[in-house]
């Protein structure tokens, strides 16, 4: 008997060490945030400063008839994130099929007295035999989905394609109560979609991607419990 009951607690307690594991803890907020890879933007070549030559004209500086539009790798732009976005999807089906047969036998060869009932004055009628089938189906689907973004952000040229496109990325990292939120933004663009004020809308951007998201208190509040997603997990219904 004793056996028995410290097996049950062994087992008690494994069960308590394994969902405790599943159970983890909310993230920390780093100090530090670390700017994700960009896998699909290559990394900026490496300029190298120019030597001094002790004449007047320095390459480095800035062209008396430029514009401060954006167009070589290090400049800055502004980026405004107006994306709006709305899908509705209806669907709907309907079929039926009836059919019907009816069919007698009013003479056969004399035979006809064999179907005869038990009182001997009945015989088979032209409706002696009936079938009817009805079938139908009806099926409906409905779906929509609606999503708004809107948010400025400054962008850093980090490179210039063969095609003299720029592509640029972003970040932008703002906490409140210990509430962390981050935008990310990458992409192409084109120099003559940029306008005279240097800044671009997200329209413009060719795989965009763009991400607005959180890490804290009220982002965490937002997840089901460990124990909600234990049930999911086991719940064979």
């Known amino acids: ?26 993230p920390a907020v780093a ?12 990394a900026a070549d490496h300029v190298t400063a120019a030597a001094p030559t002790g004449a007047i004209f320095n390459p480095a500086a800035k062209n008396i008839y430029e514009d401060d539009r954006a167009h070589k790798v290090g400049d800055i732009l502004l980026v405004k ?20 047969l009816k069919g007698g036998v009013s003479s056969l060869f004399g035979y006809e007295s064999l179907f005869r009932g038990r009182h ?27 999503s708004q973004v809107t948010a400025t ?9 063969p095609t003299g496109n720029l592509m640029i990325r972003g970040y932008q990292e703002v906490r409140v109560n210990n509430e962390t939120q981050h935008i990310i933004l990458s992409g192409i663009i084109r120099p003559e979609d940029i306008s005279s004020d240097n800044t671009i809308l997200s329209s ?34």
């Open 204 to 237: 413009y951007i060719a795989d965009a991607r763009i991400e607005y998201n959180g890490v804290g208190s009220l982002s965490s509040k937002q997840r089901p419990g460990w124990f909600a997603n234990l049930i999911d997990v086991v719940w064979p219904f």
């Open 153 to 161: 952000i400054s962008a850093r040229v980090i490179n210039i394609s």
């Open 120 to 146: 001997g004055a009945q015989t088979p009628s032209l409706t002696s035999m009936n079938a009817d089938l009805t079938k139908s189906f009806h099926g409906k689907g409905e779906t929509s989905r609606d």
């Open 81 to 100: 994130i107006v994306e709006n976005s709305s899908a509705d999807k209806n669907a709907e089906t309907k079929t039926s099929h009836d059919s019907s």
């Open 31 to 42: 100090d530090k945030p670390v700017l994700p890879e960009r896998y699909s933007m290559p």
């Open 1 to 26: 008997m004793r056996r028995i009951i410290m097996r049950i607690l062994r087992l008690y307690g494994c069960l308590f060490f394994l969902i405790a594991g599943c159970a983890g803890q909310n």
